[in-house]
């Protein structure tokens, strides 16, 4: 089992920038691929990127390609999410998922293990 807590959320304006943080902990077998994910409020939960913990290999969404960068620090284990030029449609809540799987997949199922989600808001 992993445990996973995600920081860095808040109010941002239109243009601006966030990076969120996701402290990882647990089981290093049970953690391959750290994704985040986002839920707006009356919608499905989406993932935005992975990166694979021990290659480092990332995958983001075309509509965050350019301005979202995955990244991760093995020392402090921790996965971040730098957020640039963020648009009113990035705003969600905002989670961080781990899975068993190498592979980056993109649907919730194949996650186990979530943390609690951090809040971000793009209003002017």
């Known amino acids: 089992q992993v445990s996973l807590l995600e920081s860095g959320g808040g109010l941002v304006q239109p243009g601006g920038s966030l990076r969120l943080s996701c402290a990882v902990s647990?089981?290093?077998?049970?953690?391959?691929?750290i994704a985040w994910f986002r839920q707006a409020p009356g919608k499905g939960r989406e993932f935005v990127a992975g990166?694979?913990?021990?290659?480092?290999?990332?995958y983001h969404i075309d509509s965050v390609k350019g301005r979202f960068s995955i990244s991760r620090d093995n020392a402090k284990n921790i996965v971040y999410l730098q957020m640039n030029n963020l648009k009113s449609e990035d705003a969600a809540t905002y989670y961080c998922?781990?899975?068993?799987?190498?592979?980056?997949?993109?649907?919730?199922?194949?996650?186990?293990?979530w943390g609690q989600g951090t809040q971000v808001t793009v209003s002017a």
């Open positions: 990166i694979g913990w021990s290659v480092g290999q990332t």
């Open positions: 998922a781990a899975s068993t799987n190498p592979r980056i997949r993109s649907f919730t199922r194949d996650y186990s293990d």
């Open positions: 647990g089981r290093t077998s049970s953690r391959s691929t």
